[in-house]
Nanobody, 114 residues
Framework: QVQLVESGGGLVQAGGSLRLSCAAS????????MGWYRQAPGKQRELVAS???????NYAGAVKGRFAISRDNAKNTLYLQMNSLKPEDTAVYYC????????WGQGTQVTVSS
């Protein structure tokens, strides 16, 4: 059974930091292109950051230089370090596979207060 379980979300003041984690099971995590997505109220879900099996990373322009995606294949875990958070980063953050088959976590809420 495939599972992606996010954790680490919460309420933080602008300028603060959070680290999201995503524990994966039920599939070959180490060979999958993985990503973090987010969806703010009234907006479409967007790709925030991704990392290939070979650890090549890509970031949305809005988070470049502030967020860092990483993975620990020994622990089957994906991370997103978020620094210098802004109120516009407020959203539900999802961990997911980028390539087919698509698997999604349940999401974790990140709220940044001004």
């Amino acid at each position: 059974q495939v599972q992606l379980v996010e954790s680490g979300g919460g309420l933080v003041q602008a300028g603060g930091s959070l680290r999201l984690s995503c524990a994966a099971s039920g599939f070959s995590f180490s060979i999958k292109h993985m990503g973090w997505y987010r969806q703010a109220p009234g907006k479409q879900r967007e790709l925030v950051a991704s990392i290939t099996a070979g650890r090549l990373t890509n970031y949305a322009g809005a988070v470049k230089g502030r967020f860092a995606i990483s993975r620990d294949n020994a622990k089957n875990t994906l991370y997103l370090q978020m620094n210098s958070l802004k109120p516009e980063d407020t959203a539900v953050y999802y961990c997911a596979t980028v390539s087919s088959p698509r698997y999604w976590g349940q999401g974790t809420q990140v709220t940044v207060s001004s």
